[in-house]
């Protein structure tokens, strides 16, 4: 018995140091309260997490997909990859959720602008509050990224885990009322005022499949970094033959991280 609690203990605290690592400790020590309250309560007010890669407190709301997600960027931290990346301008984070991947960019580049994109309105809610600290930095809109100006709306059936990291959009029918704004990485950029889109990230649930099916996808040559995650189970269909077939030639050298293929000019 003594032997087992103490193996448990150093597990824990070997949990701990690792957390610590990568969050810091203050991160750690909010990372590891707010755990122990998802498992004790059922409250979905959302509440605050911290990292060190992270400037500013994150929202996030408990019982939500946004906890993987924060896992996701901010313990593997999936986007480390472009740490190395010099002189970031305009970041483009189509697909941008709660904000986790903008503030992670906003706070590693200190001198770049982000423009977030992000269709599903609860999360787009969580975005606006995460990217706030950050003033005229970041920009968010509400939107759902494809390849033409249309109107789109949130896809009724489900992508895989139907959560709120896994939202799609398609476009709305010829007699359907309301709906969201559709925009192009083109109008993306000449709204931005910049020349050259620095980094591109994409995470848009296989609407990919559209956005690169554009033959007159001109806009990828203003493109220095394209980082995005493919989705070949979703209705859109195959993403990653669009994909590979729309930058062929364009002078990328491309690599994978984990879930991401990553597209560096050079």
């Not at 709306?153 to 799609?168: F, K, M, N």
Request: proline content about 5%; overall charge positive; hydrophobic content about 40%.
């Amino acid at each position: 018995m003594l032997r087992r609690t103490l193996g448990y203990g150093r597990r824990k605290l070997s949990e701990y140091r690792a957390l610590a690592g990568v969050l810091g400790y203050r991160g750690m020590l909010t990372y590891v309260r707010r755990r122990r309250q998802m498992r004790s309560e059922t409250d979905k007010a959302p509440r605050t997490l911290r990292s060190r890669d992270a400037k500013f407190p994150l929202w996030f709301r408990p019982h939500s997909s946004d906890w993987a997600v924060f896992g996701q960027i901010f313990l593997e931290r999936e986007y480390a990859c472009l740490n190395d990346l010099p002189n970031v301008g305009l970041v483009l984070d189509c697909g941008a959720n709660v904000g986790y991947s903008s503030a992670y960019l906003l706070s590693r580049f200190p001198t770049c602008r982000v423009v977030a994109v992000e269709p599903d309105p609860d999360n787009f809610a969580i975005l606006e509050r995460n990217l706030a600290p950050y003033g005229d930095r970041a920009k968010a809109i509400r939107a759902g990224v494809w390849s033409h100006p249309t109107r789109l709306t949130l896809s009724e059936t489900p992508y895989r885990d139907g959560r709120e990291w896994a939202r799609q959009v398609r476009e709305c029918r010829a007699d359907e009322p309301g709906g969201l704004p559709a925009v192009d990485i083109s109008t993306l950029l000449a709204d931005s005022g910049a020349e050259r889109i620095s980094l591109l990230k994409v995470d848009i649930e296989g609407a990919e499949a559209v956005v690169f099916a554009d033959p007159s996808a001109a806009w990828l040559d203003k493109v220095d970094t394209l980082v995005i995650e493919l989705h070949d189970d979703s209705s859109f269909g195959e993403c990653t033959p669009i994909f590979e077939k729309a930058i062929a030639g364009r002078g990328f050298t491309l690599s994978r991280s984990g879930e991401l293929t990553v597209c560096k000019r050079g």
